[in-house]
T-cell receptor, first 116, second 114 residues
Framework: AQSVTQLGSHVSVSEGALVLLRCNYS??????LFWYVQYPNQGLQLLLK??????LVKGINGFEAEFKKSETSFHLTKPSAHMSDAAEYFC??????????????FGTGTRLKVLA | DGGITQSPKYLFRKEGQNVTLSCEQNLNHDAMYWYRQDPGQGLRLIYY???????QKGDIAEGYSVSREKKESFPLTVTSAQKNPTAFYLC?????????????FGAGTRLSVL
């Protein structure tokens, strides 16, 4: 069965510093991978996704992620943090080896705090 | 604008009461989902529906029920059998049974017990 691990439930960075949020997955086949962002008391918004092709994926708000098959990782990065990036971030894997291929498996989330 | 509308935003349940959370989408998506979100646990799938008049249990279906009588609507009932209903509930939809399809989310309903 597929699973997703997000290392660090809370991450703090200074404004202008690099943001690195970690996501590792387990899967017997290359999965489809997603990063979502959630602001307080709101739904989830897609940041970026990896399906096939280029392993470095660019998303909205200056975020990007790199799919590394050998490391089973899909870490999210942003070169320079902004105060508006403070939110909770979820990594998700699409369950492609099941009877219903539209199901997601979510990580437990990482709450990003940006310090002034 | 196309999207997913969840209502109400806040809901309170009394002991022994059933409550229903509404989810409507105008994206013409076939698939719809209900998730429960608790602090530190991420999102857990309650029910999902691939098509009208069909739905399947997710990982934590006990104490919940759903219906899918119309393509655009997927209401969730939290029954009195759900002993710990306090959580943030999120509805999502996607365009069919394709693994790489994006799920789009509503703004959520926060349910509390009185």
């Amino acid at each position: 069965a597929q699973s997703v691990t997000q290392l660090g439930s809370h991450v703090s960075v200074s404004e202008g510093a690099l943001v690195l949020l970690r996501c590792n997955y387990s899967s017997s086949v290359p999965p489809y991978l997603f990063w979502y962002v959630q602001y307080p008391n709101q739904g989830l918004q897609l940041l970026l996704k990896y399906t096939t092709g280029a392993t470095l994926v660019k998303g909205i708000n200056g975020f990007e992620a790199e799919f590394k098959k050998s490391e089973t990782s899909f870490h999210l990065t942003k070169p320079s943090a902004h105060m508006s990036d403070a939110a909770e971030y979820f990594c998700a894997v699409s369950e492609i080896a099941s009877d219903w291929m539209g199901k997601y498996i979510f990580g437990t989330g990482t709450r990003l705090k940006v310090l002034a | 604008d196309g999207g997913i509308t969840q209502s109400p935003k806040y809901l309170f349940r009394k002991e022994g009461q059933n409550v229903t959370l509404s989810c409507e989408q105008n994206l013409n998506h076939d698939a719809m989902y209900w998730y429960r979100q608790d602090p530190g646990q991420g999102l857990r799938l309650i029910y999902y529906s691939q098509i009208v008049n069909d739905f399947q249990k997710g990982d934590i279906a006990e104490g919940y029920s759903v219906s899918r009588e119309k393509k655009e609507s997927f209401p969730l009932t939290v029954t009195s059998a759900q002993k710990n209903p306090t959580a943030f509930y999120l509805c999502a939809s996607s365009n069919g049974r394709v693994a790489k399809n994006i799920q789009y989310f509503g703004a959520g309903t926060r349910l509390s017990v009185l």
